[in-house]
């Protein structure tokens, strides 16, 4: 049995405030919450919350008068999200899907999504489900990929654009809905108001590896016939010992209102 490439996968949670705490991910989310107006009083909405990354900077802006609502599917990380809101009386933490968000209609003036809608399985319900739980006059933040950017640099330009294919693929379900959210937010009957993107990179070769999965993917790329063993074993060696490493994706912005 051949090893496994690159380093396992990590977990969940601890991926997603790692990715969150990077320079990339600082700017866009900073963006996004500036654009989204969040007020003293408002209720806000995150849809797909995770461990908890931006709830407390949500709660900061709401006051005392506000409230804020996590919403994700999965136990584990609603538990993380609590550990990590400890103390904050205006975080409530809601278990549920995002097909069928568990707040009343009409209820919420901000709202925001991040990363979340290319995992989903249907993305325009999700937006229909947005614009049902929020009020005339609120405003909603989507922050997605555009896998199909991804771009890996190599002496072995084959391979590198073999590896996005697959990325876009066979790995994430939704892998170019980046670059659709202004139309879906459109159709969902809300006004795009802002769209933001921006190019996270990469010069580290084992950050990229645990955030763009080179090594495990390429391993099931392998296994699974979409790119030759050898072949890809070199680009993969290739990309580790290279001292001038460079990856990068899209990532977009967009901030409505209804």
């Known amino acids: 049995m051949s090893t496994t490439l690159g380093v ?3 977990d969940q949670a601890d991926y997603m405030l790692r990715a969150a705490a990077g320079d990339a991910g600082r700017a866009y989310k900073r963006w996004m919450l500036d654009l989204l107006d969040v007020r003293e009083g408002h209720t806000v909405l995150d849809v797909g919350c995770g461990p908890g990354t931006d709830l407390p900077a949500l709660a900061e802006r709401v006051g005392d008068g506000g409230t804020v609502i996590g919403v994700d599917h999965d136990r584990a990380m609603l538990d993380r999200a609590r550990a990590r809101t400890a103390g904050l009386r205006r975080v409530e933490l809601r278990e549920g899907d995002a097909h069928a968000l568990p707040v009343e209609p009409g209820t919420i003036d901000r ?3 991040d990363r979340v809608l290319m995992h989903v399985a ?4 999700v937006l229909v489900q947005l614009h049902r739980a929020t009020r005339p006059g609120a405003r909603v933040g989507f922050a997605e990929p555009d896998w199909d950017t991804l771009i890996v640099d190599a002496e072995d330009l084959e391979t590198s654009r073999a590896f996005t294919r697959f990325t876009t693929a066979e790995v994430v379900r939704h892998a170019t809905i980046g ?3 202004a139309r879906l937010a459109g159709r969902a009957g809300f006004r795009v108001e ?3 993107a921006t190019t996270p990179f990469f010069r580290d070769f084992d950050e990229a590896d645990h955030t763009l999965g080179l090594g495990r993917n390429l391993q099931r790329a392998i296994d699974e016939g979409h790119i030759d063993r050898a072949r890809g074993r070199d680009w993969f060696d290739g990309l580790s010992r290279t001292g001038a490493f460079y990856a990068s994706f899209t990532l977009v912005c967009v901030v409505c209102s209804r």
């Open 8 to 10: 396992p996968r990590p």
């Open 111 to 113: 709202a925001r999504t």
């Open 122 to 125: 249907e993305p325009a319900d």
């Open 179 to 181: 670059r659709g959210l």
């Open 194 to 196: 802002a769209v933001h």
